[in-house]
């Protein structure tokens, strides 16, 4: 009975002291629309010449920040949004593209539109060699790719919640929803498929395609 | 005629200028505020329901905001007084351009400072809370703004020292704004908002530019009775002169044509004198507009737009050149004018010169 409790105690204590300084449980979204901005804000704030590139777990990182402050003095929820968001984002450097701008008499390449009226829709397609193709929506795009494979460096296109610039060869469509895009019915593009099956539930939509599903027959059955 | 077209130009461009002025103020606001209510009173939420938004798809970002009023009894004056966090973003650019307030320190406007000055606080100023006791809070510097603000009596503060002055416990915010980036789901994801919050207002942008574009837009009382007045005079003075000649200027012609002018070359004389006078009209009227409006910034037109209201403050109207506005006033003024003169000119012309002057 004696040990039964001392060893309850003993593991509690364990399970405490871990999760002082353990990986804290958050959900993705907060994670992406709150405390990674707030940590990027922190960072470009109050980290002018610290060198953070040192530690090699998440652990060390927070106890760092917290002890030897080489940010300064910031409260306990400061320093959670920071080190996560150095820890997720700035240390795994991942490809982020720039925003899909374009100017007022940019046209798309396949049916001629103007893109500056409808800029959610703007996608592109780049060359090695730099030329670049701007579509207004993603059935000119498709049609343009199915007919130019060759060569092409990156097709980007703007996922339809964030409108953030994302890769079209991972991004995931749905055909079939409620929501039409400048030319008529669209493949509504996604960065994840969790939100491509959120919006398919939530308009009407029919199906999921990742990028390499997509055939030529199925875009032009949208021009109906 | 001159000063019909200058009552009606100065009143379309007071009205667009304020048209820019509200859409300015709503670009700061955020897409969507969640205010809870109880009893159908504004009351507070906590600030971890943020995280309930941020599940959303389509919500981009959600903070909790603290601003409220604060009544200083001895100049009988409310302050608007905004909270921030140092680190989150949020929606008003004015609270993210002002950084590093210092703790117990504040940011104040103007119009704020010349009354703490009145009252002899120069470096400080005393917030009395509910319950009695005084919160002291220096004064960092002026507010580092743009633009003119709508209430010029702001301040900002930290988050913390908000809250106290508030009596709002740690986690206790006053509402959240929430911003969907891509405007075509701004409406559903409204709709999903009611559902997790039953109990609580949300109010939408959109709804808000509605609301300030039915109050201030042409068809509504103001402009309506202006217009009615100009367009009134308007078209006693075309029928006045539509209605015929009178004798003297019928003798007139009746000269021209004993002298051997054809009926085209009186059309042609008549054609000029009324296209001189109302372009003259046109363009001394603009002009007079264009001065009072935008240089006198419209003393008196301009209290008849702005005070019934009460949602857009005293304001300064910015220079811009309406085309449609002004090619409006022209084909209204102009055509119709040299219309006027021709009409009953070609009438009496045609007549045998020696009947008219008889």
Redesign the interface.
Known sequence: MFTNKISKLFFLFTLLSVSLFAYPQISQDVKDKKIYPMGEKIYNAKCKGADLTQFKTYDTLFSSLQKDKPCGDLNRKHTVALSLYLWDVKFKNAKTYKKLTVSKDAKCQVCGMFLHGHPNWVSRINYPKGETYNFDGMKCMFKFYFNNKEGIKDILVQDYYTLQTINARKAYFVVGSDVYGPMGYELVPFKDKKSATIFLLEHNGKKIYSFDEVTEHMVRNLDR | MSLLIALLASTLFISNAMKDEYNKIISTYPDIVITNQKALRDSTIDENE??KL??I??????VPRVWGNYYFLNADKKFLILGKD????YPNPLLNEN?DIKNHSMLISLGVKKILDDNYYHNYFNFIESNGSIKKMQIQSLLNTKESLKNPLVIIMNKDDAQEIFQYSKNEVTDLAVTV?????VA?VATKIRILFPSAKVSIKKDLRVFYENVYNLRSGFFLTVFIITFFTFFIIIYDKVSGLNSEQRYEIGILKALGWRVGDVLSAKLYEGLIVSLFSYILGISMAFIYVYLLNAPYLKDIFLNNYDLIGDFKIVFSVDYNTLSLLFLLSVPIYIAATIIPSWRVATLEADEVMR
């Open positions: 943020v995280n941020l599940a798809e389509g919500v981009s970002s959600a140092e680190f989150e973003t950084l980036v891509n405007r075509s789901e559903f």
